[in-house]
């Protein structure tokens, strides 16, 4: 059975530093659907690509929501590049989003395989 995928276009820290078991977040803008979606595929593996490279898989463990403005500063740097503040991230969301406070759904995951 082929995998879902999670496809990232730019290469965070999060995706630098793979190993097998170390945990990542990664933020994604809220459409009820999706939500669904990925609700549905708590528990399941998922293929993570890098511009349509495989980087190896990793399983969902939590999916949730936040509010932009919510976001820690420690979530902020852990999901994207180490030297991003909130700031930063909510402004690029902004611009992205077109909305002033995106809500996000927010997708917990662990590495299971890297692909080096």
Known sequence: MKLKQLK???NYDKLRY???GKSFTTF???VPSKEVYYREQTGR?????LGGEPLGTA???IVSTVWCSD?????VKADTFLNWTCEDFC?????????EDPFLIRLDLV?????E
């Open 59 to 61: 399983k969902l463990l």
């Open 28 to 30: 994604r803008g809220y």
């Open 71 to 75: 976001l820690k500063e420690v979530e």
């Open 45 to 49: 593996s998922l293929e993570i690509l």
């Open 8 to 10: 990232f276009s730019d």
């Open 18 to 20: 793979r190993k097998v």
């Open 111 to 115: 590495w299971e395989e890297v692909i």
């Open 91 to 99: 402004n690029l969301m902004k611009r992205f989003y077109r909305n």
